[in-house]
């Protein structure tokens, strides 16, 4: 089943306490991104990455960071978590970008620091 | 940057009422995509509108994109239970590398 895959689910974690949430699609996408979506916000992209090792930032960017060593994976790495990033996390893919293909979303992961 | 503005924040019907959400792009798009997110779930692609003026129906739910593909709506006809959830408009202004969102429509509908 074609599909993107976020781990963990929920976190609750500490302020400081470094943690990784991961993406991994099997559709052999090029294009990953993370979103976070917070009330009235909608969704705000935090990077991108347009295929392995080529990364760039999006909207929100302060305070994360992403790798993109494989081409199925695009985790999302949090080196000092604060609480103002409390909040639901969206890994989607998509075929490639520039010709407006859709987008598929993981399951989300929602994320409170303390 | 890009901003892509979503009206209105919330919107109650009664079922089988109709019901509009309209998105509005600070710049010229490439196109423009629509999603829905039910509660609790994840945003699931709708539609995409390339054309200056492009309708596109999927059973009760019609799609329009402007003539200066520069705003676009979401019209439901006959409301139903099920169309519960959270409708994004997703502009792509072509040059940009990245979807920009609207703040979304929250739809609840009342039996």
């Known amino acids: 089943e074609a599909q993107v895959t976020q781990n963990p689910r929920y976190l609750i974690t500490v302020t400081g306490k470094k943690l990784t949430v991961t993406c991994s699609q099997n559709?052999?996408?090029?294009?990953m991104s993370w979103y976070r979506q917070d009330p009235g916000l909608g969704l705000r992209q935090i990077y991108y990455?347009?295929?392995?090792?080529?990364?760039d930032k999006g909207d929100v960017p302060e305070g994360y960071k992403v790798s993109r060593k494989e081409k199925r994976n695009f985790p999302l790495i949090l080196e000092s978590p604060s609480p103002n990033q409390t909040s639901l996390y969206f890994c989607?893919?998509?075929?490639?970008?520039?010709?407006?293909?859709?987008?598929?979303f993981g399951q989300g992961t929602r994320l409170t620091v303390v | 940057g890009q901003q892509v503005m979503q009206i209105p924040q919330y919107q109650h019907v009664q079922e089988g009422e109709d019901f509009t959400t309209y998105c509005n792009s600070s710049?010229?798009?490439?196109?423009i995509q629509w999603y829905k997110q039910r509660p609790g779930g994840h945003p699931v692609f709708l539609i995409q509108?390339?054309?200056?003026?492009e309708v596109k129906k999927q059973k009760r739910l019609t799609f329009q994109f402007g003539e200066a593909k520069k705003n676009s709506s979401l019209h439901i006809t006959a409301t139903q239970t099920t169309d519960v959830g959270t409708y994004f408009c997703?502009?792509?202004?072509?040059?940009?590398?990245?979807?920009?969102f609207g703040s979304g429509t929250q739809l609840t509908v009342l039996p």
């Open positions: 989607a893919s998509s075929l490639f970008r520039g010709r407006g293909t859709e987008a598929f």
């Open positions: 559709m052999n996408h090029e294009y």
């Open positions: 990455s347009m295929n392995v090792e080529v990364t």
């Open positions: 710049t010229t798009l490439s196109n």
């Open positions: 509108l390339v054309k200056s003026g």
């Open positions: 997703a502009g792509d202004s072509g040059s940009a590398r990245q979807l920009t």
